[in-house]
């Protein structure tokens, strides 16, 4: 063991991996047990040897290596010592028994980088400020877009919210264009604000999953609960910046909830102007709310609209809270016409259909009306036509209310759609179909489309790609799933067309 550590001792603490042996090409091999959840992987590297070395140092994080071995115009070679360093991150083959210059082609089991290590290796690139371990190959593109982008950013921006722009601005002076590990920056925060990072953001970055913080008013006591938002029912605790905004943003109070629970006495605020901002929002945990002038609350957070939104919807789901309590959520939203707000408010309405009509089917049709009544003001505020000047933002927002409306059966809106497009038939330059809102026409051809009634499915075949599977009747669905296997709809076309499926259609789709 001794002998061992004696090998890698001189290639601890560096930054890069050493000049005399550099990786040039890495190629993969993944045999996946589906059985167990696992996977093994050969992998086989090509190397540029520049000096003589009885070592080769590769980088590599908890292997369990079976075999290895180095391959040159001299024939194989079995390693000496093969050694795993977890701290540097360091594998380190040993050759005692060999001498002379190494050439290519080595294989063995190692976990590699990106090639941005070797072209800028000071920049560390495997240091994130969020430490996930990977159990299935299959949970590498989530981890990459899901904490790397998702939740990664939500954390630092949590902190952001919590502390100020100070904290972050101090650490950004301290560390301008070096590498500095996820360790540097809680003690930067740690050192302005006066907290211990370390052991707080522990519970973020090394735990699956969030917190949802339960919030509950009682007489004038404010009562803070959390438990672990995860499918698996398994309870952990989280060190949760906790703002409270009183009247405007410039009135707050500030803590930590350190424990499951928590108290604060407001008898001295107006309810009315308790603004609520816990955690900053930006989906670093999810928020319950529990007070008698809920609706007062959500009418006040001017500036989380698309977060309280949001977290109903997903408290919903996790059947943390009943489906009315969301419905009655979405009704403060009617009169909205931020693009931002009224795009999410869409996005959840999507979502709810798309569960009750496998979960309560009967109810489908009930919520179309509500989601209907619910859009009908933005959409009379933004019109079908564009006004000379608007924000691109309305242009936009207008597209995704009419499409959303045509989706939800509405017959003004779909009979409006078909004149327009019955005019983009007789000539394709017409303004009254601008792109933004062509695909609601598309939509609304395709929801009136049936077995006996085929005039619009005719005309629709060159404009097809993400709305032509939308029809609700099964039928037409199974024709238009086999017209993608044949030429008439390029392969990369297809994707378009399987995503726009109705959900009447979807059982068929599988089937």
Known sequence: ????????????????????????????????????????????????????????????????????????????????????????????????????????????????????????????????????????????????????????????????????????????????????????????????????????????????????????????????????????????????????????????KKFLLETSQGRVDISLINICELIQSIGDDLNSNEKKYEVNSQENIWVKVNDDQRGILDDGNALCQACEQSLSSLLMLKDVYRKEIDYVIVSKLIDVCYDVLKITTDAIPDSVNELKQYFISLLMCSAEQLGWDSISGEDHSISLLRGEVFQALATFDHAKTQQDALCRFQILLDGRNTSLLPANIRRVAYIAVMRNTTTENRTGLESLLSFYRSCIASSADPNVVIEVLNLLLSDAIPDQDIIYVLAGISNEGSETAWR
Not at 100 to 125: Q, V
Not at 151 to 162: D, E, F, N, P, T
Request: glycine residues 4%.
């Open 1 to 252: 063991m001794e002998q061992k550590q004696q090998s890698i001792d001189p290639f601890k603490g560096k930054t890069r991996l050493p000049s005399f042996a550099i990786p040039e090409r890495y190629e993969l091999h993944l045999i996946p047990d589906l059985s167990a959840c696992t996977f093994s992987v050969t992998v086989q590297i090509s190397l540029t040897i520049n000096a003589s070395t009885e070592f080769l140092v590769l980088n590599a994080l908890e292997l369990v290596i079976q075999n290895t071995h180095f391959t040159n115009s001299q024939g194989q070679h079995i390693p000496h010592d093969v050694v795993v360093d977890n701290d540097d991150e360091i594998l380190v083959l040993v050759f005692h028994e060999f001498s002379g210059i190494l050439n290519e082609h080595p294989r063995g089991f190692y976990k590699c980088y990106m090639a941005t290590d070797i072209l800028f290796p000071e920049w560390n690139t495997w240091n994130k400020f969020l430490l996930v371990e990977i159990h299935h190959a299959r949970s590498v593109i989530e981890i990459f877009y899901a904490v790397s982008y998702k939740k990664g950013s939500a954390v630092i921006r949590m902190l952001q919210g919590y502390l100020g722009d100070k904290s972050l601005s101090t650490y950004m002076r301290r560390y301008p264009a070096q590498n500095a590990k996820t360790e540097d920056l809680w003690n930067v925060l740690s050192q302005v604000s006066g907290v211990l990072f370390n052991i707080m953001m522990n519970t973020w970055t090394r735990k699956a999953g969030y917190p949802v913080i339960h919030v509950e008013l009682k007489d004038s006591i404010l009562e803070f609960k959390q438990s672990q938002f995860l499918l698996s029912g398994q309870h952990g605790k989280w060190v949760v910046p906790i703002t409270l905004s009183i009247g405007s943003y410039e009135r707050q």
